[in-house]
Each structure stands twice: as C-alpha cells, then as structure tokens.
C-alpha cells in the first residue's frame, strides 16, 4: 500500500525561527508536490519537485526532494506569521492517470 | 489566471438524498479528479476521468457514486443516496497532463449530510 508520511503534524513556533517538515513515501515516484491549505480554504499548490535532487524556493520556503531516501523536506526560513497554514505533500498514485496520494498535513501556527 | 470553479459553495441534505456537486475544469486540461477531506483529515482520492471514462477509482467511490462529463465544460460528481458519513469538503481537481503537471483544485463544496 503506498503510503506518505507527514512529520510533525503540529508545530507551533515563534516568528522569526527556522523549521523543516519532513515527507516520507514509499513509492519509487520521483514526482512530489507540495500544497499549502488555509482553514477552509482550498489547496493552493507551492512546489513541483520532478527529479532527484531537486530543490524549489519560493520566498521563505524551500522544498528538496531525495528519490534515493524517499524523502522530501520544506524549510521554513525566519517564520512569518502569513506562513500560518497546513502544508500537505502528496506523491502521483502509480496508475497510468497520477491521482495523488496525500500525507497527512502539517498544520503550522506561527506566533508574533 | 484560469482556475478551478465549484458550486454549490455549500450543500446541506438530508440523509437519503441525492446530491450533485459541479466543477468546471480549467478548459485545457485533459485529466479531471475528485477528492474529499473530512474536517481536520487528509485528502482522499476519490476517482479519476479522462477521455470521457473513469480512469481509477479508490474503494470509497462505491456504487453510491457516480461522475459525468455532461458538457465540455462541466464535471459533476453525484452521490445516490448520502449517508452521514459523506459530510466533507469535496474538491476538484484537473491536470493538464498526466504526468509530472500540477493539480490546480477547485475551492471545494462543503458536504453537510443530516
């Protein structure tokens, strides 16, 4: 069964830190995505990461992807409150049409 | 930007009803999904379409279920006969490709059955 796991899947942390959150899978997909979710809000996509190797940065957020480990990380540099959200990563399903198979979410509470 | 739209917003029934809510893909893509979230829990897929047909489904998509593509533009999905369980925020998604291509999501119907 695949299976993508999420950790931690709470944290709360002061303004102004570094975190990163940590996405297991145990597919062989080198396909990952990450999601970011506002309380009953939608799934707003950050990071496509295609590739082994791959590192993806938008503002204070970075994903990488590891293929070999399985492994992929969202760092959070110098936390702002706006980062206050549940962040999701989910793999391609290993059918032929990619549904996604999703971890459990990392909700974020960022304080001033 | 094209998006992903969704209606109803918000959809209450009662248990014993059927329902249908809709979805209009970006009018590109090719690959069309729906997924529900129970409050507070992860995503779960629910089925794929494309080329007019089912493409995979998971084993919440029962016989209650049913998706059609009426239209070039319109994606519905349709539970028969909701039961309490059913209540969830049920998203749609399209995919211009199928391969290694973001799923950009609709804003979601939220689902209340009682």
């Known amino acids: 069964e695949l299976k993508v796991e999420q950790n931690p899947l709470f944290l709360s942390m002061q303004e102004g830190k570094n975190y990163t959150i940590y996405c297991n899978y145990s597919?062989?997909?080198?396909?990952l995505y990450w999601y970011r979710q506002d309380p009953g809000k939608s799934l707003e996509s950050l990071f496509v990461?295609?590739?082994n190797g791959a590192v993806k940065q938008e503002g204070r957020l970075m994903a990488s992807l590891d293929t070999k480990a399985r492994l992929s990380t969202l760092h959070i540099t110098a936390a702002v409150h706006d980062l206050s959200a549940t962040y999701f990563c989910?793999?391609?399903?290993?059918?032929?049409?990619?549904?996604?198979?999703w971890g459990a979410g990392t909700k974020l509470i960022i304080k001033p | 930007e094209p998006e992903v739209t969704q209606t109803p917003s918000h959809q209450v029934t009662q248990m014993g009803q059927e329902v249908i809510l809709r979805c209009v893909p970006i009018?590109?893509?090719?690959?069309f999904y729906w997924y529900r979230q129970i409050l507070g829990q992860k995503v779960e897929f629910l089925v794929s379409?494309?080329?007019?047909?089912?493409?995979?489904k998971s084993e919440i998509f029962d016989d209650q279920f049913s998706v059609e593509r009426p239209d070039g533009s319109n994606f519905t999905l349709k539970i028969r006969s909701t039961k309490l369980e059913d209540s969830a925020m049920y998203f749609c998604?399209?995919?211009?490709?199928?391969?290694?291509?973001?799923?950009?999501f609709g804003p979601g119907t939220r689902l209340t059955v009682l």
């Open positions: 989910a793999v391609d399903g290993e059918d032929s049409n990619y549904q996604l198979i």
């Open positions: 990461l295609l590739s």
């Open positions: 379409f494309y080329n007019n047909e089912i493409s995979e």
């Open positions: 597919t062989t997909s080198d396909r």
């Open positions: 998604a399209s995919r211009r490709t199928g391969f290694a291509d973001t799923q950009y």
């Open positions: 009018s590109n893509h090719l690959y």
